[in-house]
């Protein structure tokens, strides 16, 4: 069955100091992998598709990578404003249309 | 705005009423998902609509819950006889659904309290 694993739970940063989120996941055939950033009380906000191993993106201090087993969102000199859930998501081939996702992590980032 | 629509926002019930959600898509997306969101976990797959046909519907999804998507535009959600268990954030998504861009985009939610 298809799985994603988010880890840590809850990160709490201070400004500036970067980390890294894991997205672990198991899919018979990625599609694609998604990242997603969620405010309290809102519907979450698309950052990043990633198709194949190798891949990267970046957008602002964020920067996703992939491998064949696990995808890493990098956060770089951190802002309190990104403090956020975020949300890693597949979309696998045998099942083009559901989008499973992770449970989250919980970014907390003190001034 | 052109993102996803959701209305209403917040809906308040009594246990045993029926309530009704409307999302309306982004225009030409022809991929519409309707999820849950408990506290804490991440949105659970509800249900899957590709123009008007409902390709897919989780085996976790009670026979009270329906969703229709007539004519391929605008998509409700129905909960009847509304369980305290119900209570979460129900989100809709639309997706272009073309090769190159299989990513959804999310509305702002229904939050549902059944009291």
């Known amino acids: 069955e298809d799985q994603v694993t988010q880890s840590p739970e809850a990160l709490r940063l201070q400004e500036g100091e970067s980390s890294s989120l894991n997205c672990s996941y198991t899919v018979s055939g990625l599609r694609g992998l998604f990242w997603y950033r969620q405010d309290p009380g809102k519907g979450p906000e698309f950052l990043f598709t990633l198709y194949s191993a190798g891949e990267e993106k970046e957008k602002e201090r964020l920067k996703a990578t992939l491998t064949k087993k696990e995808s890493f969102l990098h956060i770089t000199a951190p802002k309190p404003e990104d403090s956020a859930t975020y949300l890693c998501?597949?979309?696998?081939?045998?099942?083009?249309?559901?989008?499973?996702f992770g449970s989250g992590t919980r970014l907390s980032i003190r001034p | 705005d052109t993102g996803v629509s959701q209305d209403p926002r917040h809906k308040i019930t009594k246990r045993g009423q029926n309530v009704t959600f409307r999302c309306d898509p982004i225009?030409?997306?022809?991929?519409l998902y309707w999820y849950r969101q408990t506290l804490g976990q991440g949105p659970e797959f509800l249900t899957y609509f590709q123009n008007e046909a409902q390709l897919e519907k989780s085996r976790l999804l009670s026979d009270r819950f329906s969703a229709e998507r007539p004519k391929g535009s605008f998509s409700t959600l129905e909960i009847q006889r509304t369980e305290q268990g119900d209570s979460a954030m129900y989100l809709c998504?639309?997706?272009?659904?073309?090769?190159?861009?299989?990513?959804?985009?999310f509305g702002q939610g229904t939050r549902l309290t059944v009291v």
């Open positions: 225009s030409e997306h022809n991929r």
């Open positions: 998501a597949v979309q696998a081939y045998s099942s083009a249309s559901k989008i499973i």
């Open positions: 998504a639309s997706s272009p659904g073309d090769r190159g861009h299989t990513e959804a985009f």
